[in-house]
């Protein structure tokens, strides 16, 4: 997966660039000079072009020098799912960023349906409410459930998807 980066300087007297690659971004960053031929060392890191689930993790991460090699690894090596962990585990629950780190580690559990209602649904057909005969089925709130549910559970909507997660 390619993402197309640009490169803003905070010195108003220099112009930016777009990069793809850390190498690419590390050698126009090195040559880049202001009006006076002053070298420029801080940069506004801004996502342009990608895959939606790149743009949120930058997002999440709050993309900048610091990490942007890291962020740039994590792109080409990550799965869908570890970005995802990692976009609600630093963007909605507050955890910091650490691409050596594991995504799983985190200690969040995302369920792929789109309400708290059809988590409660779900818990229900598994058994987490013990043995519920069929015919009684129909006799459950499910709203009441999840209601409950919203106390342990947050909704979130990551490229598109709706996810519902609890973290741990």
């Not at 202001?34 to 999440?60: H, S």
């Not at 570890?82 to 910091?96: D, F, H, P, Q, Y």
């Not at 789109?114 to 006799?139: C, I, K, N, T, W």
Request: some cysteine; proline content about 2%; charged content about 30%.
């Amino acid at each position: 997966m390619t993402v197309t980066l640009h490169a803003q300087p905070y010195d108003i007297t220099a112009r930016g660039f777009y990069f793809e690659s850390y190498e690419d971004y590390a050698e126009k960053a090195a040559k880049l000079r202001n009006d006076y031929g002053d070298p420029v060392e801080e940069f506004e890191i801004q996502f342009i072009d990608g895959e939606e689930i790149d743009c949120e993790l930058a997002k999440a991460i709050v993309i900048n020098q610091a990490n942007l090699s890291d962020y740039l690894t994590c792109v080409e090596d990550w799965e869908d799912w570890e970005k995802t962990l990692v976009i609600i585990a630093v963007g909605e629950c507050g955890c910091s960023f650490d691409a050596q780190e594991c995504p799983d580690h985190h200690g969040i559990d995302i369920y792929h349906v789109d309400s708290l209602r059809e988590l409660a649904e779900q818990f229900v057909e598994e058994g987490l409410f013990g043995d519920v005969p069929e015919r009684l089925q129909f006799y459950i709130d499910y709203d009441a459930i999840a209601r409950d549910l919203a106390c342990d559970y947050s909704e979130a909507t990551i490229s598109g998807q709706r996810l519902i997660y609890r973290a741990t």
